[in-house]
């Protein structure tokens, strides 16, 4: 069975860096493209960054292309969005997910295994 586990989340201040971690296990990260989405209360889940089976293609969203990058291990199975320059409009809970697919999918609805999501919190 599809597991997604998300860490590294957690208060920061304005400025600060995080680095969320998503760890797969039942599947393996070189069958799937991965996305990094969050939801802030009161709105709609947004696509932050997705990379692809092989990690050679990424996306990350053109509002966030400056601070936020996304990365793989696929011997660790593991996929990282390093976040830089939080800024309190962040504050969000990130999830990430997984779908077998080749090229990057930038469409959440697409996405079939889901992790439980990460509280990040941007204040002072």
């Known amino acids: 069975q599809a597991q997604l586990v998300e860490s590294g989340g957690g208060l920061v201040q304005p400025g600060g860096s995080l680095r969320l971690a998503c760890v797969a296990s039942?599947?393996?990260?070189?069958?799937?493209?991965i996305g990094w989405f969050r939801q802030a209360p009161g709105k709609e889940r947004e696509t932050i960054a997705t990379?692809?089976?092989?990690?050679?293609?990424?996306f990350v969203h053109y509002s966030k292309k400056d601070r936020f990058t996304i990365s793989k291990d696929n011997a660790k199975n593991t996929v990282y969005l390093q976040m830089r320059r939080l800024e309190p409009e962040d504050t969000a809970v990130y999830y990430c997910?997984?779908?077998?697919?080749?090229?990057?999918?930038?469409?959440?609805?697409?996405?079939?295994?889901w992790g439980q999501g990460t509280q990040v919190t941007v204040s002072s």
């Open positions: 990379i692809d089976w092989s990690g050679d293609q990424t």
């Open positions: 997910a997984a779908m077998e697919a080749s090229g990057l999918v930038t469409d959440g609805r697409r996405y079939d295994y």
């Open positions: 039942g599947i393996s990260l070189d069958d799937n493209a």
